[in-house]
């Protein structure tokens, strides 16, 4: 009866560690099998994600889902995403890839498969108020600060200088709230104030503090698929996007300001 139940007991196991094994490693397979890669990026976060006129979702990182796509023979699907919703789409297979503004930390590491070498680097700023006259980042202890959940600096920025963040789901809600009066800044990427601090819109902000928190951003790939097949196929990818120029030459289409992060990488791998 014992070595019954044993027998049963492993043949359970088998079959149930042999039925999640082939959820590492399928999906480059998938991909070239359906002839559809599906990839997760910001449509609100222009110039690196954004909606064109006619509603398409275009931008730096939609150009790099595009090369992927070329390389592999596949349509491109893009689908958009927000900070609180990115990392739980690629847990759940709603999408095949993540290139979507996601700064590489440690926390996050243990949550998606972050692809090295990472491909673009930002800090954090605030978009603030030109009256609220800031100067440094302690002044912001007891302000009301936009913020976009899910953002990893939240939290650092309010124990640390004292900001009562205030966060809104995506980009658009925390724009409308800061210039509504609900918050004095906006708490960001340093990388999403650049465009809009040309607009006369945004006439009467400015972004005073010097960037602090540098952090460089990772392509992510479902984490059991970080060292397999689908995350070596990236991690090739991005060293050739250094290698030959192209995020270089993507930045420059975008009239992104030239980033010290992309020279130093191409250097190094040319």
């Known amino acids: ?147 976009i959940q899910g953002a990893w600096y939240n939290k650092t920025v309010a124990e640390k200088y004292g900001a009562e963040i205030v966060a809104f789901k995506g980009q658009t809600e925390a724009e409308a709230a800061l210039l509504q009066g609900n918050c004095v800044g906006w708490l960001y990427d340093d990388t999403a104030f650049i465009e809009r601090l040309g607009d006369p819109k945004w006439a009467s902000f400015e972004m005073p503090l010097a960037t602090i928190l540098v952090e460089p951003w990772g392509i992510a790939v479902k984490i059991e698929e970080r060292d397999g097949p689908w995350g070596q196929f990236m991690s090739k990818t991005v060293t050739d996007w250094h290698r030959s120029g192209k995020l270089i030459e993507l930045e420059a289409k975008w009239k992104i300001p030239p980033s010290a992060f992309l020279k130093k990488m191409h250097d190094e791998t040319k």
């Not at 599906?38 to 730096?60: L, T």
């Open 1 to 147: 009866m014992l070595r019954s139940l044993i027998t049963t007991g492993v043949g359970l196991l088998a079959g149930i560690l042999v039925a999640a094994a082939p959820a590492a490693g399928q999906t480059l397979d998938k991909i070239k099998q359906r002839g559809v890669l599906v990839v997760g990026s910001k449509a609100d976060y222009k110039p690196f994600g954004f909606r064109d006129p006619a509603g398409n979702i275009v931008g730096f990182e939609p150009d790099l889902a595009r090369d992927v796509a070329g390389r592999l023979s596949a349509r491109l699907e893009l689908e958009p995403v927000v900070s609180s919703n990115r990392m739980q789409f690629l847990q759940q297979g709603k999408i095949d890839l993540m290139i979507a503004t996601i700064n590489v930390t440690p926390e996050r590491r243990q949550t998606v498969g972050i692809v090295d070498p990472s491909y673009y680097a930002s800090g954090v700023n605030v978009l603030a108020i030109r009256k609220a006259a800031f100067k440094k980042w302690e002044e912001l202890k007891e302000q009301k600060i936009c913020a």
